[in-house]
């Protein structure tokens, strides 16, 4: 049965088969190039080690929802290992190594990389078909609210076609949602007779078992991936604890849905949380430590004074060829919403024609016509993000946290998203987690989706989390993935 928490398993077997197979395949090169085993406590040597696991990192190469792809999965690896022999050749010839040691001379470095490919391609198509195996058997059971839960299913089941759910509800719940869907039959169940399947509206070719959860205790006895809880009401709870307890004890996971979807999908939609669960949930402790914050705030301004130093000379030429490209100014400035609602005025490298918004204010569209064709170039590298390096500077921003939105759409974006404002309780970013896992965001249900990934972060926040976002960002720039 699988666990939800696999994919981080897989992710790490496939970085440790990866440190593994690099050792091994620079042993074989020597061997067969120099007829002796190479040395271990080479420094250079794990420096070439920590490149390639990088590169593959870059090139998604430890992203879980590709391994099932072999097309897309073999695409992506022969562009990291390409790039990352490419950065590693160029960075022998500029540091004068070639040829000064074994490791970077004599063909090692191609045998190694040869052998190295046949071993990446391999470890993920071991790893695919063990992921698309263990998918076979997800079941989840789900207690709770019907409407909400079959919305959540829906959402998994797009993912993860092969997994099987069972709710359970009150009969109430259970009558009202029959009497919804056009498509419905019943179905004798082993369990219970009374359980039924219905078709799924946005899955039509796949069904979902419902039963009341006064049987709790006959579903209990089967297997399950996990246990999802949603709305259930105190008393109701207080019924099948034990039931619970039972079952945590043989080992099943037991989620609600918004912890569910944090250990799955790293994000927390707003419309899985409530109060009570704002109040008793673990993490957040940027919020709770301020030594955690004044850290943050310490490392933000020096690393964008650094920044800045090594960026200045691409900045002038940025500069030059925004002001031969189009009219206009330079730079753009916008006031945006910060820390605890208080709006500051953001800087940015002008992208789009001087009068962008002539005919009011309106979101960015993809491929936008008001984008200039230096812009383009700016956004997609995310060049233009540059001068906010001044407002991390200023203290209005931080390198990494939620996108500032503008007051404008925030006055529409609190009426339609529940816990909206809970993205400033931390200083917005210039990069963050919602921007390297969503696209960018151009409507209100963008925006929902992009306050799921900024929950998540604001509540795992870590130095860690802060030093991946970095990571992804750099790939985003690399492959020109921004907007």
Same mark, same amino acid.
């Given at each position: 049965?699988?666990?939800?928490?696999?994919?981080?398993?897989?992710?790490?077997?496939?970085?440790?088969?990866?440190?593994?197979?690099?050792?091994?395949?620079?042993?074989?090169?020597?061997?067969?190039?120099?007829?002796?085993?190479?040395?271990?406590?080479?420094?250079?040597?794990?420096?070439?080690?920590?490149?390639?696991?990088?590169?593959?990192?870059?090139?998604?190469?430890?992203?879980?929802?590709?391994?099932?792809?072999?097309?897309?999965?073999?695409?992506?690896?022969?562009?990291?290992?390409?790039?990352?022999?490419?950065?590693?050749?160029?960075?022998?010839?500029?540091?004068?190594?070639?040829?000064?040691?074994?490791?970077?001379?004599?063909?090692?470095?191609?045998?190694?990389?040869?052998?190295?490919?046949?071993?990446?391609?391999?470890?993920?198509?071991?790893?695919?078909?063990?992921?698309?195996?263990?998918?076979?058997?997800?079941?989840?059971?789900?207690?709770?609210?019907?409407?909400?839960?079959?919305?959540?299913?829906?959402?998994?089941?797009?993912?993860?076609? =092969?997994?099987?759910?069972?709710?359970?509800?009150?009969?109430?719940?259970?009558?009202?949602?029959?009497?919804?869907?056009?498509?419905?039959?019943?179905?004798?169940?082993?369990?219970?007779?009374?359980?039924?399947?219905?078709?799924?509206?946005?899955?039509?070719?796949?069904?979902?078992?419902?039963?009341?959860?006064?049987?709790?205790?006959?579903?209990?006895?089967?297997?399950?991936?996990?246990?999802?809880?949603?709305?259930?009401?105190?008393?109701?709870?207080?019924?099948?604890?034990?039931?619970?307890?039972?079952?945590?004890?043989?080992?099943?996971?037991?989620?609600?849905?918004?912890?569910?979807?944090?250990?799955?999908?790293?994000?927390?939609?707003?419309?899985?949380?409530?109060?009570?669960?704002?109040?008793?949930?673990?993490?957040?402790?940027?919020?709770?430590?301020?030594?955690?914050?004044?850290?943050?705030?310490?490392?933000?301004?020096?690393?964008?004074?650094?920044?800045?130093?090594?960026?200045?000379?691409?900045?002038?030429?940025?500069?030059?060829?925004?002001?031969?490209?189009?009219?206009?100014?330079?730079?753009?400035?916008?006031?945006? =919403?910060?820390?605890?609602?208080?709006?500051?005025?953001?800087?940015?490298?002008?992208?789009?024609?001087?009068?962008?918004?002539?005919?009011?204010?309106?979101?960015?569209?993809?491929?936008?016509?008001?984008?200039?064709?230096?812009?383009?170039?700016?956004?997609? =590298?995310?060049?233009?993000?540059?001068?906010?390096?001044?407002?991390?500077?200023?203290?209005?921003?931080?390198?990494?946290?939620?996108?500032?939105?503008?007051?404008?759409?925030?006055?529409?974006?609190?009426?339609?998203?529940?816990?909206?404002?809970?993205?400033?309780?931390?200083?917005?970013?210039?990069?963050?987690?919602?921007?390297?896992?969503?696209?960018?965001?151009?409507?209100?249900?963008?925006?929902?989706?992009?306050?799921?990934?900024?929950?998540?972060?604001?509540?795992?926040?870590?130095?860690?989390?802060?030093?991946?976002?970095?990571?992804?960002?750099?790939?985003?720039?690399?492959?020109?993935?921004?907007?």
């Amino acid at each position: 049965m699988s666990s939800p928490i696999f994919p981080r398993v897989f992710t790490w077997l496939l970085f440790i088969s990866d440190f593994i197979g690099l050792i091994l395949c620079f042993n074989l090169a020597f061997v067969l190039r120099l007829e002796q085993f190479l040395d271990l406590r080479s420094p250079l040597l794990y420096g070439l080690i920590i490149i390639y696991l990088l590169g593959l990192y870059i090139s998604d190469g430890y992203k879980f929802s590709k391994l099932g792809s072999q097309f897309r999965l073999f695409d992506q690896l022969m562009l990291g290992i390409l790039a990352t022999v490419t950065a590693i050749t160029a960075l022998i010839y500029l540091t004068g190594l070639w040829g000064s040691q074994p490791l970077v001379g004599r063909g090692i470095l191609l045998i190694s990389v040869i052998f190295f490919t046949i071993w990446v391609i391999a470890s993920r198509t071991i790893v695919g078909k063990w992921i698309n195996k263990s998918q076979e058997y997800s079941r989840f059971l789900i207690l709770g609210s019907s409407n909400k839960a079959l919305s959540f299913r829906d959402k998994y089941q797009l993912q993860q076609r =092969t997994a099987q759910f069972v709710l359970l509800t009150d009969n109430q719940e259970k009558g009202s949602l029959l009497h919804q869907q056009h498509y419905w039959q019943n179905s004798y169940n082993n369990q219970t007779a009374l359980a039924t399947e219905i078709k799924s509206p946005v899955l039509a070719d796949h069904r979902i078992t419902i039963d009341s959860i006064d049987n709790l205790h006959r579903w209990c006895k089967q297997s399950w991936s996990g246990i999802l809880i949603d709305d259930i009401s105190h008393n109701l709870l207080e019924k099948i604890v034990r039931n619970l307890m039972t079952m945590r004890l043989k080992g099943i996971y037991i989620y609600n849905l918004a912890d569910f979807c944090e250990q799955v999908w790293h994000k927390i939609p707003p419309a899985y949380i409530k109060d009570d669960w704002v109040a008793f949930a673990s993490g957040f402790s940027i919020l709770h430590h301020p030594v955690h914050a004044k850290l943050k705030q310490t490392l933000d301004v020096a690393i964008a004074f650094c920044l800045l130093g090594l960026t200045f000379p691409l900045m002038i030429i940025v500069a030059i060829a925004i002001k031969l490209d189009s009219p206009g100014s330079i730079f753009y400035s916008q006031v945006r =919403t910060g820390l605890n609602g208080q709006q500051f005025r953001v800087y940015k490298f002008r992208s789009m024609q001087q009068d962008a918004e002539k005919m009011g204010l309106q979101w960015t569209k993809k491929r936008d016509p008001r984008i200039t064709r230096v812009g383009y170039v700016l956004r997609v =590298t995310r060049i233009d993000e540059l001068p906010q390096l001044w407002n991390v500077i200023k203290g209005n921003m931080s390198l990494i946290g939620p996108r500032p939105e503008r007051p404008e759409f925030d006055l529409d974006l609190r009426r339609e998203i529940p816990y909206y404002d809970l993205r400033y309780l931390v200083k917005p970013g210039i990069t963050g987690w919602a921007q390297v896992c969503y696209p960018y965001g151009a409507s209100v249900e963008d925006a929902y989706q992009k306050l799921a990934y900024d929950l998540y972060y604001i509540k795992n926040y870590s130095l860690g989390l802060d030093f991946v976002i970095a990571l992804k960002t750099f790939r985003v720039i690399i492959l020109g993935k921004g907007r």
